[in-house]
């Protein structure tokens, strides 16, 4: 009986030590955020039963970078206004 109890005990201890660690590394991450991408545990697609619904594989804008964006915008103004003066 004093086994099993001990048991118990040193698994109930270990485990709340982990997830004692898991919040503290979470919350240094999300602290100094300022050099990367900081840890977001529950989001809406973390809900989602088959992953998220919003992603789209086949979306080739969904992963785009503002510079990215800004150099795609900037090429489709410069077409527009080629397409404007042949016409």
Known sequence: MDQSAVFLAGSVLTVMGFIVIVVGLTVINNILHKYWKPITIFTKE??????SSYHNPSDPMQNLTQEEYDKLVKHLEE???VDKTTV
């Open 46 to 51: 973390s809900f989602s039963l088959f992953g």
């Open 79 to 81: 077409i527009r206004a």
